[in-house]
């Protein structure tokens, strides 16, 4: 079964700073989609970030990007310039076919 | 924008009791999927709808059982509530390579 980890509990970034949150996956399937979604205290889970396992480059949104390793099978998300509003519990999944998996979570904070 | 709906937003139930949890969308999407949160946890696969037929289901127990109607709404029934069925479910519906989450119902179950 795909398996998603997330190593890093809590994590803690000062506000312009850049941070790095961890994710490695476990997969047989060569295709599917890995995503990064926050979900802040009012609950609902938004789309950070997507990349499709067939390409190559690493997908970026404005201050959002991704490393994406696929023969290693991670997936982190580096966040740059940090602000207070991205605080936030950051969840990465992972979707092929049949299935969707999340990881446990990393609670992001943004200290000012 | 997709504008998920859930209702209730919050919901009490006892232990042994049943509830329906609904699901719903502006836009015209075919294809939804249920997840339940528990406490400080990710999400998990309960089950998905494709065309009113259910087409995946993770590791949840008949109990757990759902609908989808013509005009893509769903709704999630849990039978013989249990206390670990206190969670938040969340539904999302399947766009183009992403999902569009609705904000959750909250369940507690005493």
């Known amino acids: 079964a795909q398996t998603v980890t997330q190593s890093q509990p809590e994590m803690s970034v000062q506000e312009a700073e850049t941070v790095t949150l961890s994710c490695t996956y476990d997969?047989?399937?060569?295709?599917?989609?890995l995503f990064w979604y926050k979900q802040p205290p009012s609950r609902q889970m938004i789309l950070v970030i997507r990349?499709?396992?067939?390409?190559?480059q690493n997908a970026t949104e404005n201050r959002f990007s991704v490393n994406f390793q696929k023969a290693a099978k991670s997936f982190s998300l580096k966040i740059s310039d940090s602000q207070l509003g991205d605080a936030a519990m950051y969840f990465c999944a992972y979707r092929d076919n049949n299935d969707m998996r999340f990881g446990a979570g990393t609670r992001l904070t943004v200290k000012p | 924008e997709t504008g998920v709906t859930q209702s209730p937003t919050h919901l009490i139930k006892t232990r042994g009791q049943q509830v329906t949890l609904r699901c719903s969308s502006q836009s015209g999407h075919n294809t939804v999927s249920w997840y339940q949160q528990a406490l400080g946890q990710g999400p998990q696969f309960i089950f998905q709808?494709?065309?009113?037929?259910?087409?995946g289901r993770g590791n949840f127990p008949p109990r757990f059982s759902g609908l989808q109607f013509p005009n893509y709404s769903s709704e999630l029934n849990v039978n013989a509530l249990e206390l670990d069925d206190s969670a938040l479910y969340l539904c999302a519906i399947r766009g183009w390579n992403e999902q569009f989450f609705g904000p959750g119902t909250r369940l507690t179950v005493l």
């Open positions: 990349q499709e396992a067939y390409k190559q």
């Open positions: 997969t047989s399937e060569s295709d599917y989609y």
């Open positions: 709808y494709y065309r009113e037929e259910e087409n």
